[in-house]
C-alpha cells in the first residue's frame, strides 16, 4: 500500500500534504496492477478477471451471465453511465478493489458517441484540423486515468491480425488488440501488464503470454516479477488458471537447474 502522507496545518484547518520524504516500493501484489487482457473471443479472458479477488464488472457488452461475481455487475450502455460509475467510486472508497472493463473497445466507441453528440456531428473527422479525434482523445484519457487511479483496472479487449512495415518497407503480421488506435494510445501507456492469451499449439488448452515477440503484443514493468516466465498454462478451469498466474507473478528467483545425480553401480 501507499504510504500514508503526512498532514499539515493550513489556513483551513488541517490539510493533508501532498509531499513526503517516505519511500515508496513497488507493488507486490498482483491485484494492485493494472493490467490489459487481449485474446480470441470466448477463450477464458473474462473468466480469468473473474477470479480477482473482490472486483466489480463494468460490462459494456452482455456475457458475463455465465459466471459467479461477488458483486452485482455495472452496465455501461452509455459514456455518461461509465463517468457516473467512477464517481460513484471516487465516493465509495471501501467498494470493490478492483476494476474490470469489458470491453475497453466499445467503452470508446460510447465516448467517441457522445463527443459527436456534443458537437452536433456524425463523425469525428467532421471536425476540422483533428479537434474532433483531440476531444476524444482527452475525454477518455482523463476519465480512464480517474478509474485507474481509484481502482486497480483489467481492461479487456480482443484481437486481431495487423499488418506492420517494418522501416526496411517489409510488411509483417502482428497479434494486435481489437481497439482501435485512439484507446489504445491512452490504454497502452497507463497499464503495468499487458497479456495475450491464446491456445497452445500441442496441447489446445489456453495459455496467458505475458513477455511478446515479433508476432503476439504482450510485457510488463516488473523486473522483480514473473521472472522467467514467458507464458502461463491456463489449466482446466477459471481458478487452475488464476492460481497458476498469480504464481507466475509471484516468482521472483530464476529457476535453477537441478544437476542430474548418476547412480553407479556396484
Same mark, same amino acid.
Given at each position: 500500500?501507499?504510504?500514508?502522507?503526512?498532514?499539515?496545518?493550513?489556513?483551513?484547518?488541517?490539510?493533508?500534504?501532498?509531499?513526503?520524504?517516505?519511500?515508496?516500493?513497488?507493488?507486490?501484489?498482483?491485484?494492485?496492477?493494472?493490467?490489459?487482457?487481449?485474446?480470441?473471443?470466448?477463450?477464458?479472458?473474462?473468466?480469468?478477471?473473474?477470479?480477482?479477488? %473482490?472486483?466489480?464488472?463494468?460490462?459494456?457488452?452482455?456475457?458475463?451471465?455465465?459466471?459467479?461475481?461477488?458483486?452485482?455487475?455495472?452496465?455501461?450502455?452509455?459514456?455518461?453511465?461509465?463517468?457516473?460509475?467512477?464517481?460513484?467510486?471516487?465516493?465509495?472508497?471501501?467498494?470493490?478493489?478492483?476494476?474490470?472493463?469489458?470491453?475497453?473497445?466499445?467503452?470508446?466507441?460510447?465516448?467517441?458517441?457522445?463527443?459527436?453528440?456534443?458537437?452536433?456531428?456524425?463523425?469525428?473527422?467532421?471536425?476540422?484540423?483533428?479537434?474532433?479525434?483531440?476531444?476524444?482523445?482527452?475525454?477518455?484519457?482523463?476519465?480512464?486515468?480517474?478509474?485507474?487511479?481509484?481502482?486497480?483496472?483489467?481492461?479487456?479487449?480482443?484481437?486481431?491480425?495487423?499488418?506492420?512495415?517494418?522501416?526496411?518497407?517489409?510488411?509483417?503480421?502482428?497479434?494486435?488488440?481489437?481497439?482501435?488506435?485512439?484507446?489504445?494510445?491512452?490504454?497502452?501507456?497507463?497499464?503495468?501488464?499487458?497479456?495475450?492469451? &491464446?491456445? %497452445?499449439?500441442?496441447? &489446445?488448452?489456453?495459455?496467458?503470454?505475458?513477455?511478446? %515477440? %515479433?508476432?503476439?503484443?504482450?510485457?510488463?514493468?516488473?523486473?522483480?516479477?514473473?521472472?522467467?516466465?514467458?507464458?502461463?498454462?491456463?489449466?482446466?478451469?477459471?481458478?487452475?488458471?488464476?492460481?497458476?498466474?498469480?504464481?507466475?507473478?509471484?516468482?521472483?528467483?530464476?529457476?535453477?537447474?537441478?544437476?542430474?545425480?548418476?547412480?553407479?553401480?556396484?
Amino acid at each position: 500500500m501507499p504510504p500514508r502522507r503526512k498532514k499539515q496545518k493550513g489556513k483551513k484547518g488541517k490539510q493533508e500534504s501532498l509531499l513526503s520524504d517516505e519511500p515508496y516500493y513497488a507493488s507486490s501484489d498482483l491485484s494492485t496492477c493494472s493490467h490489459l487482457l487481449t485474446g480470441k473471443e470466448k477463450i477464458g479472458k473474462t473468466s480469468l478477471a473473474s477470479m480477482f479477488e %473482490d472486483c466489480v464488472l463494468f460490462a459494456t457488452e452482455p456475457g458475463y451471465s455465465a459466471r459467479d461475481w461477488k458483486r452485482r455487475p455495472v452496465d455501461i450502455t452509455k459514456w455518461t453511465t461509465f463517468k457516473r460509475a467512477v464517481d460513484e467510486l471516487e465516493e465509495r472508497p471501501d467498494f470493490a478493489k478492483q476494476v474490470v472493463v469489458d470491453t475497453a473497445d466499445l467503452l470508446y466507441v460510447g465516448c467517441r458517441n457522445f463527443i459527436c453528440r456534443k458537437l452536433g456531428i456524425t463523425h469525428p473527422s467532421d471536425e476540422e484540423y483533428g479537434k474532433g479525434w483531440d476531444l476524444i482523445k482527452q475525454e477518455f484519457g482523463f476519465h480512464c486515468a480517474r478509474l485507474a487511479a481509484l481502482r486497480p483496472t483489467i481492461w479487456i479487449s480482443h484481437v486481431k491480425v495487423a499488418d506492420i512495415k517494418r522501416k526496411g518497407g517489409e510488411t509483417t503480421h502482428k497479434i494486435v488488440p481489437t481497439m482501435s488506435n485512439g484507446a489504445r494510445a491512452v490504454l497502452e501507456p497507463m497499464v503495468d501488464l499487458w497479456s495475450y492469451m &491464446d491456445y %497452445d499449439a500441442e496441447t &489446445d488448452n489456453p495459455v496467458l503470454h505475458v513477455r511478446g %515477440d %515479433d508476432l503476439i503484443s504482450a510485457g510488463h514493468r516488473f523486473e522483480n516479477h514473473f521472472v522467467g516466465v514467458k507464458r502461463i498454462p491456463m489449466g482446466d478451469s477459471p481458478a487452475e488458471g488464476y492460481k497458476n498466474f498469480v504464481e507466475a507473478f509471484n516468482r521472483t528467483e530464476r529457476p535453477t537447474k537441478r544437476k542430474a545425480t548418476l547412480k553407479r553401480g556396484k
